[in-house]
């Protein structure tokens, strides 16, 4: 967490006792969290001017879900060839070492995922930070979707549609 930083981490529980490799469990908890993110329907209903003040808090917490996404999975790479040659017997450290930091990754990611939510915003791609804010256009539930690097949301698509379906949001007008 950067200095200053008032956001606060929501912590999921992990037991970091265990040893045997479990880089395909770390995924798996990572794909869960993010369906959930997916999964629960926003009661907030944002319109361009309210998705784009949330911006500057939102480009911070989207950009550290998105640096430490990669650093998760370069972890999860040496942890694999780590524990590849392992002994089960024998104690590996460095094995210790990178599983530790990758749980805590994982967990520190969670907790971005949770603050997004919190905002009412939903995480659709940690790998790119793409995010979609839940709105309506003429009674009809649309996303508007802003992503880690636009200077401003500018995009928006129906629910089903998805990044391909993007269109300007200039083109709300037309509807």
């Not at 009809?140 to 979707?145: A, G, I, K, T």
Request: hydrophobic share 30%; with cysteine; proline share 3%.
């Amino acid at each position: 967490m950067r200095s200053g930083d008032t956001r606060q981490h929501v912590r999921g529980a992990r037991d970091g006792s265990r040893r045997e490799h479990r880089s395909g469990r770390h995924s798996r908890r990572l794909d869960r969290g993010m369906q959930r993110a997916q999964s629960t329907r926003m009661s907030t209903k944002f319109t361009i001017e309210t998705a784009n003040k949330t911006l500057p808090l939102l480009r911070r917490i989207v950009g550290d879900a998105v640096r430490d996404y990669w650093r998760w999975q370069e972890k999860v790479r040496e942890y694999e060839e780590v524990a590849a040659n392992r002994k089960i017997d024998q104690p590996n450290e460095e094995a210790d070492r990178l599983e530790r930091e990758t749980q805590q990754l994982a967990r520190d990611i969670d907790g971005y995922i949770a603050e997004i939510r919190q905002l009412g915003v939903e995480m659709k791609g940690i790998d790119s930070g793409l995010v979609d804010f839940p709105s309506e256009v003429n009674g009809r539930p649309v996303l508007l979707c802003w992503q880690l690097g636009e200077e401003s949301v500018q995009y928006w698509h129906e629910e089903d549609a998805g990044f391909s379906g993007r269109r300007p949001v200039t083109s709300l007008q037309e509807h």
